[in-house]
């Protein structure tokens, strides 16, 4: 996250590591969700972290098997991208440029922030016959952890 103006941008390139069950749905028609979070909370020394900002970027990819393509559908703006193969279409998904976040003005200059992002595969999200197996089966733990880094104005 840099300083661009006055606000607050976020660039980065996520790794997504489709497991052999998941691809295998995703042939089958069966659409899988990310959710890319993004938190901002100022360290308070006494008191608990105060959550600044806690913004999320929803993606949606689903292959299409009459037209041949996948479907990239940002959730949060609502476009739609489509791909003919896989690694463009997660290519597309992984690569955030310049996303605003927060105002300059939200942060003060003399206290101690930290920025992180995390990518949540939604389990939820799949049909209610794969759900319990998506609970068990590790092939299915597609979530990342927090990305953390000290934030300054």
């Not at 200059?109 to 609970?135: E, H, I, M, Q, T």
Request: overall charge positive; charged content about 25%; proline content about 4%.
């Amino acid at each position: 996250m840099v300083l661009r103006g006055d606000s607050y941008v976020l660039s980065a390139d996520i790794d997504y590591q489709l497991s052999d069950r998941a691809k295998d749905a995703l042939q089958n028609g069966i659409p899988l969700f990310w959710t890319v979070q993004v938190k901002v909370q100022q360290h308070r020394d006494y008191l608990w972290n105060k959550t600044l900002l806690d913004k999320e970027m929803r993606y949606r990819i689903q292959y299409h098997a009459l037209l041949n393509m996948y479907r990239v559908r940002n959730e949060s703006r609502g476009t739609i991208e489509n791909f003919s193969t896989l690694s463009a279409a997660l290519h597309a998904m992984s690569t955030i440029r310049n996303a605003p976040i927060m105002d300059k003005a939200d942060i003060a200059s003399n206290a101690s922030y930290r920025a992180g992002v995390k990518v949540r595969f939604d389990r939820d999200a799949l049909p209610l016959p794969l759900r319990p197996v998506a609970y068990i089966n590790p092939q299915w733990y597609l979530s990342s952890d927090w990305y953390l880094w000290s934030l300054k104005k």
